[in-house]
């Protein structure tokens, strides 16, 4: 099964808007990490996280570490049409030997 | 740009052929992983290596096999591919240390087995 539940699978924006983006999992993570894909291309590091609590910003995009280490955000504000694409959260848990699980994506796609 | 290439970039292929794909990286990484790609699965590890002639099986490693006898190349090979490994596959290599490691991906392998 899947082990980490990301949300929403996609989403319609307008250009502009801010977009919240969520990854949750029933086990403890000790990091987290969010990547974009465009078609065609691998998935590219964005925002990197190894602390509970922590926030952390690239450009206009901010990520969280959740509180309970069960859960990450990354928010995009005033989303642009090259923020479209797919959003990947991928973090490292004990539970899954240390290794990097991933969630399914988030599909962005932006009216213009 | 972690400097990594994956070749060929696209195959398509014959049910029950044999089939290598390869990732190259040039930044001398200890740790290299093959990922599939599949629509509503994310990334899944199929095999990874933490140094030369050193591998492990991931979660999907069923039909796949790799080989590692230099730091720069990470083989994987598919012994008779089926249509279920149709798929889209990516290198990674491990970057940062300790707690703050992270993963770089190469630019991906679609694969099509007729």
């Known amino acids: 099964g899947q082990q980490l539940n990301q949300s929403p699978q996609s989403m319609f924006i307008q250009e502009g808007e801010d977009v919240s983006m969520n990854c949750t999992s029933s086990s403890i993570f000790n990091t987290w990490l969010w990547y974009k894909q465009d078609p065609g291309e691998g998935p590219v590091l964005l925002i990197a996280?190894?602390?509970?609590?922590e926030l952390t910003s690239n450009g206009r995009l901010t990520a969280q570490f959740g509180i309970t280490r069960k859960d990450s955000f990354l928010n995009i504000s005033a989303s642009i049409p090259s923020d479209v694409g797919i959003y990947f959260c991928?973090?490292?848990?004990?539970?899954?030997?240390?290794?990097?699980?991933f969630g399914a994506g988030t599909i962005l796609r932006v009216k213009s | 740009d972690a400097g990594i290439t994956q070749s060929p970039r696209h195959k398509v292929t014959e049910t029950g052929t044999p089939v290598t794909l390869r990732c190259h990286q040039t930044e001398n990484h200890r740790y290299m992983y093959w990922y599939r790609q599949d629509p509503g699965h994310g990334l899944r590890l199929i095999h990874y290596?933490?140094?030369?002639?050193?591998?492990d099986k991931g979660e999907v490693s069923d039909g796949y096999s790799v080989s590692r006898s230099k730091t720069e190349d990470f083989l994987l090979t598919l012994e008779s591919a089926t249509s279920s490994q149709t798929s889209v596959y990516f290198c990674?290599?491990?970057?940062?240390?300790?707690?703050?490691?992270?993963?770089?991906f190469g630019p991906g392998t679609r694969l099509t087995v007729l």
């Open positions: 991928a973090g490292r848990s004990m539970e899954y030997g240390n290794k990097l699980v």
């Open positions: 996280l190894y602390k509970a609590g």
């Open positions: 290596s933490y140094g030369v002639k050193d591998t």
């Open positions: 990674a290599i491990r970057g940062g240390g300790g707690e703050y490691d992270t993963q770089y």
